[in-house]
Nanobody
């Protein structure tokens, strides 16, 4: 069973930076897409950025030019570098991953998983 564990959230002043990390762990799996979503109070969860296994990226308009997503395939880890943070970036940030696993008898299964979420608060 694959699990995602996030780290790196916290409180920062406007204009500050944070780096989120998310590591996937488990047996016999590969990951196609990894990404970050966020849910602000009273709003729906929205995409922030995602990255494919080949490094192709997609960003929300609100994230372009300020946030950078990257991944280390050898470590099954995705990062989100957030610069120029604004109060409206305050939200719970969730890591997401799509991939596949193989059972001991080589039966494949595909999955989409979410991390537990990490709080990012931008406030003076």
């Amino acid at each position: 069973q694959v699990q995602l564990v996030e780290s790196g959230g916290g409180q920062v002043q406007p204009g500050g930076s944070l780096r989120l990390s998310c590591v996937a762990s488990g047996r016999r799996f590969s990951i196609d897409v990894m990404g970050w979503y966020r849910r602000a109070p009273g709003l729906e969860r929205e995409l922030v950025a995602n990255i494919g296994s080949g490094g192709n990226t997609e960003y929300a308009l609100s994230a372009r030019g300020r946030f950078t997503i990257s991944r280390d395939n050898a470590k099954n880890t995705v990062y989100l570098q957030m610069n120029g943070l604004k109060p409206e970036d305050t939200a719970v940030y969730y890591c997401a991953a799509e991939g596949r696993s193989w059972s001991d008898d080589d039966v494949p299964s595909v999955w989409r998983l979410w991390g537990q979420g990490t709080q990012v608060t931008v406030s003076s």
